[in-house]
Structure formats: C-alpha cells, structure tokens
C-alpha cells in the first residue's frame, strides 16, 4: 500500500496529487515514485461540513513525504506531529495510519 508521487524530470520538483505542469518550473515531463508514508506535519478534526451531521468528525492530517511534497490524507487514529505515518490510496481517498 502506497501512493505515486509525480516528480518533474527538468527539476525534481515534487507533487501530489498530479499535475498537468511542474509548479517550479512548468515542465510537462513527470516520472513517478512509490511513498509508503510521511511524517505529520499537522492535524485537526473537521466537526462540521456542508451537508454533514454534527458530530461526524473526521481527522485530517498533513504529511511530508520523501521525496518532498505534502499530502493531506484521512486519518484512522490521533497521533502526533513529527510521527511517521503510512499512506494509503483507498478508491479516491488517502488514508494515513500507524
Ligand atoms: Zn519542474
């Protein structure tokens, strides 16, 4: 379980999700790259979205991945900046967990 990280071939930049040009340099060559996780960066709980029941409180986190971009994924459980999380793409989602 993992997922692709598009990496632009003129400058090495970084990206997630994918994107048509390089946000560094506007290249349009991307290879990919396999992460298997990311170390938090930030976390808060979403208590109220549109159309949502109160209550229905979702965790979200920000990892840093290697190579270096961010990832905002679900979380299953709490856990703690600095922490190393693994990633994984379920359907659409991505899902951070121990
Ligand atoms: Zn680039």
Known sequence: MSVQI???????HAHFP???L???CAGASFSHACVEGGKL????DICYRVGGRTGD??????????PKTLVLA??????????WLRLSLVGDAVWACV
């Open 6 to 12: 598009q990496i632009c071939v003129a400058c090495g």
């Open 41 to 44: 960066i930030a976390a808060t």
């Open 57 to 66: 409180a979702k965790l979200l986190g920000l990892l840093e991945t290697d």
């Open 18 to 20: 994918d994107m048509l």
């Open 74 to 83: 679900r979380m299953e459980i709490k856990a703690r900046p600095g922490q």
């Open 22 to 24: 390089c946000a560094s």
